[in-house]
């Protein structure tokens, strides 16, 4: 920039910051490794989906890395933290932008991806998100997509699924966190589809992402004698509103979303986890040569337990992105790319792919958002005394 005198010395002065730490239309720096980054919440609430993520990643740099990486030059994943809030994953995707990173794993939660997720599609550094589930998160713009299955495709069928069990079911009573991108998005989705099996709620609660008493809000909820009680809310909230439900009496069915869907809640309703379903865009059972790779790394890497939908989800995201860079870089070679041309050029490939994961085969529609095919839904069994416990897949 040149300078343009005092009164604007201070526009001056962000221009050049802005073309000092943006590496874009430098060559791709591929020494070490074909530049990659993750941005996962490892710390705050949201870190018990980070911790089933984490895991997931770890598998799919092995895998690629065990298979030649990008045609002989190593996948190389820097993960950032980015705690559980929006500035914390604007400041790891900035810093990981800056890095030089050719693609982003991340942000863990909607509510972050709202904010970060516009950031990157600005700096055209293709995202795929492994476990955001809000209506609108592709339409961010061209650089945006996705491998978790959306509330609209997913959560409803754990609705279907209570009425299967209990044909009877009149009195819906609806739970959700008013401060959170997921849990506004999934209930409005969860809403609908029980006015649409004329089970119109007969109540609907709103509760913020750190209460931890929800006394006030339950009592106004059994005041109306709900018989199917159905939450939005992410992990902890969650846990712990469900632990006081049954405190306060509450015997009938419990249908959750994706906030609830980790085994990491165990710890938080214990006991009273029991019998909760929640839909699943994971099979452990599903029988193909992806499945059976990644079930064999994850229990040879955590000793014989059945791995959480999450695992699975940030595994496929690296794996989307391995697979697009070596189709990539054998018809137009990363070296000597410049970053930017390399970053649009992989989001094309990403999106143009079909994919073997272990959540089945799954593509892209031109706006980012994931093509699966095969959903589940789960029930929590929780062995005697409450400690841990299992997601079975309903048949
Ligand atoms: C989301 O934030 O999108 C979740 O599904 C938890």
Not at 107 to 120: K, N, R, V, W, Y
Not at 262 to 267: A, G
């Amino acid at each position: 920039g040149r300078l343009l005198g005092v009164g604007t010395g201070l526009l001056t002065l962000t221009l050049l910051a802005g073309c000092a730490t943006d590496p874009g239309s430098q060559p791709l720096d591929l020494a070490g490794g074909v530049p990659v980054g993750a941005v996962l919440a490892l710390t705050g609430n949201a870190n018990v989906y980070g911790q089933d993520q984490k895991i997931g990643l770890e598998l799919a740099l092995q895998h690629r890395n065990g298979a030649g990486g990008i045609n002989g030059n190593p996948l190389k994943l820097a993960l950032e933290d980015s705690g559980s809030d929006e500035p914390g994953a604007n400041a790891a995707f900035t810093l990981q932008i800056n890095r030089g990173v050719l693609a982003l794993v991340g942000p863990t939660l909607s509510q972050q991806a709202f904010s970060a997720d516009p950031i990157a599609q600005r700096r055209g550094v293709p995202v795929v998100a492994p476990s955001n589930t809000a209506t609108g998160i592709p339409e961010i713009g061209f650089f945006i997509s996705r491998v978790s299955a959306q509330s609209s495709v997913i959560a409803p069928l754990a609705i279907d699924r209570a009425l299967s069990i209990q044909p009877g079911l009149k009195r819906a009573a609806v739970f959700y966190a008013q401060d959170d991108a997921y849990s506004t998005a999934e209930t409005t989705i969860f809403q609908t589809a029980l006015k649409q099996k004329g089970l119109d709620p007969v109540t609907v609660q709103r509760t913020q992402l750190n209460d931890q008493d929800f006394q006030n809000q339950i009592s106004a909820a059994l005041r109306e004698k709900p018989d199917l009680i159905v939450l939005s809310l992410q992990a902890v909230d969650g846990g712990n509103l469900i632990r006081q439900l049954r405190e306060l009496g509450y015997k009938g069915l419990i249908v959750a979303g994706n906030g609830m869907n980790t085994p990491n809640i165990y710890p938080i309703c214990q006991k009273y986890c029991d019998g909760l379903l929640i839909a699943q865009a994971y099979s452990p059972e599903l029988d193909t040569p992806a499945n059976t790779a990644f079930l064999k790394a994850f229990q040879a890497a955590k000793g014989g337990a059945i791995p959480p939908q999450l695992t699975a989800q940030a595994y496929t995201a690296l794996q989307v992105i391995g697979e697009a860079l070596v189709r990539l870089d054998k018809r137009q070679p990363l070296k000597g790319a410049t970053l930017a041309d390399a970053r649009k050029a992989l989001m094309e490939e990403i999106l143009a792919g079909t994919y073997a994961t272990p959540l089945g085969e799954i593509r892209f529609t031109p706006e980012g958002e994931v093509v699966q095919s095969q959903f589940f839904v789960a029930q929590v069994r929780m062995d005697p005394g409450g400690r841990s416990g299992r997601f079975a897949l309903l048949k």
